[in-house]
């Protein structure tokens, strides 16, 4: 007889009760940008702060006699869940501010934030408070990362283990570990994590950027997030190359394994030469970019998608840049904007589309397939030729001069097959809606790979604000199983993961 899961429910909800004392601490920190810049909603998001914080404790201290030991499910229904409880708290100051004052709305707009996809569904971003504006931009820069990483690394201090965690929440189809000891590892990420964000902070600043715009484009650069403080995205300083060139090399390093910026950092510089998944995340962009800038440059007119300012260092140049940024920004999911790339010719179009498949390196805060899995994949597919030639041949799989398990080839091959079906399932949901062809294909695709800009009437110079309350939990729901990497949240949905055996 098939016996019910006994699950520790008390860590499950202390852990909860843990993240949303973080949520609530970072809401008072945004109420503190709201003071300084008397924009009128202080108040608003200090009680916003508080009344989180106060469930918070609440949570941890009711559930503090708990058993510290957490298993792999417990693990998993604490990673899931945890992002919903992050996304339904983290909606409140928009609530509460009026900023989004449609409950359906502002829980679209925080989990858009927390899976670093950058969606929106605000008309007119400019007129927003700035204390909402940053708590809005600190939802990427937590989510980028993982909140849960983050608090792996005090758990030591809370008598509790959290490798489980850190299993299901690494991005990627494994863990690379810089220290023996996970809470170590957290600690180096999210110290390279941050000083990332304060030097591209200062980067932007010099550049001529506002303190206030500069800090915001850097957590949501480093989260490759995408959410902006202007209206028409990046492009609202096309004028300055400068800074468009400052976020593609923060895009770049964010879309990389920040395995290897430690690497880089300790001086290990042949480890990242060496690296497989860098080298060919070096040439997709290298090749895109190629293509890209010559078809701008032959066929597109610049002056008219560039949204709000024309070149300023000749078509060349431009063209160049444009095609960098926004081949890196799709790449990476960042999703900024620097031009409207629907308006550069149908293949570029349709280039752009498959782009949003491909994913940055695992071990980044990049969304996508991730390009490592593809790397397996198209090994793989070349050793099949070799294998119907060869039956009796034994022909593994090398990455990094390493033979990979059949084991983990399967486990890619299922995940990419598992993400088609979600695509396919996502794009059929919102055809449903009554959205065309194009629209559903592209906002599936975004959703799904944490991206932001769409195709049709979710193009680059457009938002969400289209999509009715179903439209907006459904893609809440792709935002979600696309940041967790599909496994962590649809193995919820089977049966066997609630019973003993």
Do not use: C
Not at 109 to 120: I, K
Not at 201 to 214: H, Q, R
Not at 240 to 262: E, R
């Amino acid at each position: 007889m098939r016996k019910r899961l006994h699950l520790n429910y008390k860590i499950i909800f202390y852990f909860f009760g843990l993240l949303l004392v973080f949520n609530g601490g970072f809401m008072l920190l945004s109420s503190l940008v709201s003071l300084i810049y008397q924009d009128g909603v202080t108040l608003q998001i200090f009680l916003s702060g508080i009344v989180t914080l106060i469930f918070g404790l609440f949570g941890m201290l009711h559930h503090r006699n708990h058993n510290k030991e957490m298993n792999k499910r417990e693990g998993y229904i604490v990673v899931a869940f945890g992002w919903v409880v992050m996304s339904l708290s983290g909606a409140i100051p928009y609530v509460a501010t009026g900023a989004i004052p449609n409950f359906t709305s502002a829980f679209f707009e925080t989990m858009s934030g927390f899976t670093t996809t950058g969606a929106s569904i605000l008309n007119d971003i400019e007129v927003v408070p700035k204390g909402v504006l940053f708590w809005r931009s600190l939802t990427h820069w937590i989510g980028g990362m993982g909140i849960i990483v983050l608090a792996v690394a005090i758990l030591p201090l809370l008598g509790i283990g959290g490798m489980q965690l850190f299993a299901a929440e690494a991005p990627g189809p494994s863990a690379d570990k810089l220290h023996p000891r996970i809470t170590d590892t957290a600690k180096r990420l999210w110290l390279i994590y941050f000083g990332y964000t304060a030097a591209e902070t200062i980067l932007l600043k010099v550049a001529g950027m506002s303190f206030f715009d500069a800090i915001n484009h850097s957590m949501s650069t480093l989260s490759t997030g995408g959410f902006s403080t202007k209206n028409a995205s990046v492009a609202y300083w096309n004028d300055n190359p400068l800074i468009q060139y400052i976020i593609i090399l923060f895009m770049f390093l964010a879309g990389t394994n920040f395995v290897l910026s430690y690497y880089a950092f300790k001086g290990k510089v042949q480890k990242i030469i060496k690296d497989e998944e860098f080298k060919l995340y070096f040439k997709f962009i290298a090749v895109f970019t190629l293509v890209a800038s010559l078809l701008i440059y032959f066929k597109a007119d610049i002056s008219m998608s560039s949204i709000s300012h024309p070149q300023v260092l000749g078509e060349g140049e431009s063209a160049f840049r444009h095609a960098l940024f926004q081949v890196l920004t799709v790449v990476t999911t960042t999703g900024f904007i620097s031009a409207d790339y629907s308006l550069w010719t149908p293949f570029l179009t349709v280039m752009f589309f498959g782009l949003m498949f491909l994913g940055g390196s695992a071990g980044s805060t990049s969304g996508g397939v991730k390009v490592v899995r593809h790397l397996v994949m198209i090994k793989n597919g070349f050793l099949e030729f070799k294998r119907t030639l060869h039956p009796n041949a034994i022909l593994p799989v090398r990455y990094n001069r390493k033979s990979v398990s059949g084991i983990i080839v399967f486990n890619i091959l299922g995940f990419f097959i598992l993400y088609m079906i979600s695509f396919i399932t996502g794009a059929l949901g919102f055809s449903m809606m009554g959205f065309d062809f194009e629209s559903s294909i592209g906002i599936a695709a975004s959703s799904l790979g944490n991206v932001g800009p769409a195709l049709g009437v979710f193009g680059p110079v457009n938002n969400y604000a289209a999509l009715p309350p179903i439209g907006l939990w459904w893609s809440s729901f792709l935002m979600l199983i696309g940041r967790l990497e599909l496994f962590t949240v649809l193995i919820l949905f089977t049966p066997f993961f609630w019973r003993n055996r």
